[in-house]
């Protein structure tokens, strides 16, 4: 157990929804990552907060958002979804930048 | 960019057997490594990583992984392996500059151990 959770566990939806996914850091670590797995992709960085701050964007589409809240969560938004969509969407936590991140079990999406 | 190839999408061996698994990057900046394992239907977990130092790392489970700049490689290594490291290995590379941390992953490398 990494110390990171994720909610919900499993998500089937349809195409045009809007769903939002949650985290929760280990407990101290200021740092926030989302992160999407799919067989095609891989492992892709999506954005980064650090203390509540967006501090680094990856490969997010514009349809997707994240925010952090002052109790460190955070969640991850996708809207207008697509069958494209569908992956394991992972959270990871860490201390300072650069460090080892913890990741969470991760979500998986599936889009209908 | 940063860049992470993993030679060999696949390798399978025998339990006891040693197993490398390769990683090389591309960065124009220092680095930090890291290796991942994932098991089936579960999240990512670190095996080891090398920030500075010694470039001969010790993991988790046996593992351990050499840092070779010149030739900007991190391979994995386990001199015995057992069935239960049956997973999905994966390298990345966090480069430090400016504030950007984000890790990149290369496409992994699923090791089977047969009995």
């Known amino acids: 157990d990494s110390g990171v959770t994720q909610t919900p566990k499993h998500l089937i939806t349809a195409t045009g929804q809007r769903v939002t996914l949650r985290c929760s850091p280990r407990s101290g670590d200021l740092s926030v990552y989302w992160y999407q797995q799919s067989l095609d992709q891989g492992l892709q960085f999506l954005i980064q907060?650090?203390?509540?701050?967006?501090?680094a964007k990856g490969n997010i589409l514009e349809r997707f958002s994240a925010q952090q809240f002052p109790d460190l969560h955070s969640e991850l938004n996708l809207s207008s979804l697509e069958l494209g969509d569908s992956a394991l969407y992972f959270c990871?936590?860490?201390?300072?930048?650069?460090?080892?991140?913890?990741f969470g079990p991760g979500t998986r999406l599936t889009v209908l | 960019a940063q860049s992470v190839t993993q030679l060999g999408s696949h390798v399978s061996v025998s339990e006891g057997a040693l197993v490398l698994l390769r990683c090389n990057y591309s960065?124009?900046?220092?680095?930090?490594l890291f290796w991942y394992v994932q098991y089936p239907n579960q999240g990512l977990q670190l095996l080891l990583k090398?920030?500075?130092?010694?470039?001969l790392v010790k993991g988790i489970n046996g593992f351990e992984a050499e840092f070779n700049k010149s030739q900007t490689s991190f391979h994995l290594r386990k001199p015995s392996v057992h069935i239960s490291d049956t997973a999905e290995y994966f390298c990345?590379?966090?480069?430090?500059?400016?504030?950007?941390?984000?890790?990149?992953f290369g496409k992994g490398t699923l090791l089977t151990v047969n009995p």
């Open positions: 990871a936590s860490s201390v300072v930048f650069g460090d080892e991140q913890f």
């Open positions: 907060y650090y203390n509540g701050e967006e501090r």
């Open positions: 960065s124009s900046v220092s680095v930090y």
């Open positions: 090398y920030l500075s130092g010694s470039t």
């Open positions: 990345a590379v966090s480069d430090y500059r400016g504030s950007n941390y984000k890790l990149t």
